[in-house]
């Protein structure tokens, strides 16, 4: 009789706790971020106001590897990776890209562009889509592709044809301490006039227009925001739970390391 009474006792308990965690499960969207690039990386993640930190805002993902984050069902925010960081010296920046504030878990600060951007949009109302794209309007570091993990090709997010850093123009370039190009600038970051950020009375669709080096940008990654009123929009819409963001989607991603 005891014995029962402790046995239903743990049924109900595992009941319950199945209830509960399905739950949770149903209220929140899962991105597998996976690090096809021949060296490691450093996602990192931040919300947009009034929206939690989530996977503490970076992480270590060693080649080959695939970590799943979890957000809520309303999230808002960015991710983006860093490379190159040694977080065990004390050296400012820690990171060569996308480095934020010299920290491995970024806790809500966003990363030093240029850094190729996945901005996410998640709608709490299950009925509709969620929203995501990827942008260089502060620049590019590294290729990465967006799709659902049911696989649809309407809510794919390419990467890239060719390296940016490989075609990036000299007065874009971002390089390391060993003289190797690890980002490219947008043309707005690098000069910072209102016709390439798409500023004052260059503030709309009709007055700013693709440049040069946004051109450069849309013809290597034509999948991805090239500047501010890039059209049409490169914005993908679709409602899922599960989502799988890759880094180096391609294998030329190791041009990254070659000069
Ligand atoms: C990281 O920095 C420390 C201290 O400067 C250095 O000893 C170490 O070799 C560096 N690690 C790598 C992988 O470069």
């Not at 209830?19 to 971020?33: D, E, N, P």
């Not at 951007?117 to 309007?137: A, G």
Request: with cysteine; glycine share 6%; charged share 15%.
């Amino acid at each position: 009789m005891r014995l029962l009474d402790i046995t239903s006792a743990f049924s109900l308990f595992f009941i319950f706790h199945s209830l509960f965690s399905g739950c949770a499960l149903a209220h929140q969207v899962a991105f597998y971020v996976h690090n096809k690039c021949p060296f490691p990386i450093w996602p990192a993640t931040a919300a947009n106001t009034g929206h939690p930190v989530i996977a503490d805002g970076g992480f270590y993902l060693p080649s080959g590897e695939t970590q799943r984050i979890l957000a809520p069902w309303d999230w808002n925010g960015r991710i983006w990776v860093r490379t190159g960081c040694n977080f065990s010296s004390n050296r400012q920046p820690a990171c060569e890209t996308g480095d934020c504030d010299g920290r491995l878990a970024c806790n809500g600060l966003i990363g030093t562009p240029p850094a190729t951007l996945v901005q996410i949009s998640l709608q709490s109302d299950k009925s509709k889509p969620n929203f995501y794209d990827v942008s260089l309007v502060d620049g590019y570091n590294l290729p990465v592709s967006v799709t659902t993990k049911q696989s649809s090709p309407k809510c794919a997010i390419g990467g890239c044809y060719r390296s940016l850093n490989n075609l990036c123009p000299h007065e874009l370039q971002v390089l390391n301490n060993d003289g190797e190009v690890v980002a490219c600038k947008s043309a707005c970051l690098a000069f910072n006039l209102d016709s390439f950020c798409c500023r004052n009375e260059y503030g709309s669709p009709e007055k700013c227009k693709p440049n040069v080096y946004s051109k450069i940008f849309k013809e290597a990654c034509p999948s991805y925001y090239s500047y501010a009123f890039d059209s049409p929009p490169p914005l993908v819409n679709c409602a899922a739970k599960e989502y799988v963001i890759t880094f180096c989607p391609s294998s030329w991603g190791g041009d990254h390391n070659s000069t």
